[in-house]
């Protein structure tokens, strides 16, 4: 299966800085399609998990612009611009390039 | 507005089985694949298994192969999990989500339900 290691576990913030998660896979992401098959996913406090980023770096409908995902083959990046309180949670990248889909173990961004 | 309601979570010994259910509502659910993915407690995300929208497409991850069924009822907006052969590693929050599209680009987990927690345990 693909591992997906996200760095680092834990990223402590102060609100309106810049934070950044890094997602690297065990194996190339770009599928024999040309597609690569990379999203982000933020699960906020209590809540369940939303769709952020995908296809690398297309946002969701109604996801921020200061959120920015960027990467390719193995080597991918989500970054928060100006952190905002509603933005803590933690942070998971998923491939569905190849079977089976797999979910990074997360990262928790968090108040400094 | 998109819902999903899962429901049928609850207690269950070891070795026994359990179904549940995920009831949708605001889309055409039988023009959307569907997906069960789990989290258990205080851990990551773990993509259970998925269904395609006609259930002509059905894939499992393999710690529940063999063991889990998911199904679809089109005419009453529902998706189903079969759980048999309960072990406590089952324990956890379960989530259906819906796919996405961006014109012919897939999108995973584009919509989420609350969840329903199954715990295992003698």
């Known amino acids: 299966d693909v591992v997906l290691t996200q760095t680092p576990v834990a990223q402590p913030v102060t609100l309106g800085d810049q934070a950044s998660i890094s997602c690297r896979s065990s194996?190339?992401?770009?599928?024999?399609?040309?597609?690569?098959?990379l999203e982000w996913y933020l699960q906020k406090p209590g809540q369940s998990p939303q769709l952020l980023i995908y296809?690398?770096?297309n946002r969701f409908s109604g996801v921020p612009d200061r959120f920015i995902g960027s990467g390719s083959g193995s080597d991918f990046t989500l970054k928060i611009s100006r952190v905002e309180p509603e933005d803590l949670g933690v942070y998971y990248c998923f491939q569905a390039t190849h079977d089976p889909p797999t979910f990074g173990g997360g990262t928790k961004l968090e108040l400094k | 507005e998109v819902q999903l309601v899962e429901s049928g979570g609850g207690l269950v010994q070891p070795g026994r089985s359990l179904k549940l259910s995920c009831l949708a509502s605001g889309f055409t659910f039988s023009n959307y694949g569907m997906n069960w993915i789990r989290q258990a407690p205080g851990k990551g995300l773990e993509w259970v298994a998925s269904i395609s929208s006609s259930s002509s497409y059905i894939y499992y991850a393999d710690t529940v192969k063999g063991r889990f069924t998911i199904s679809r009822d089109n005419a009453k907006n529902t998706l189903y999990l079969q759980m048999t052969s309960l072990r406590s590693e089952d324990t956890a929050l379960y989530y259906c989500?819906?796919?996405?599209?961006?014109?012919?680009?897939?999108?995973?987990?584009?919509?989420w339900g609350q969840g329903t927690l199954v715990t295992v345990s003698s």
């Open positions: 194996q190339s992401l770009v599928h024999s399609n040309g597609n690569t098959y």
């Open positions: 989500a819906r796919r996405g599209y961006d014109g012919y680009y897939p999108l995973w987990f584009a919509y």
């Open positions: 296809k690398v770096s």
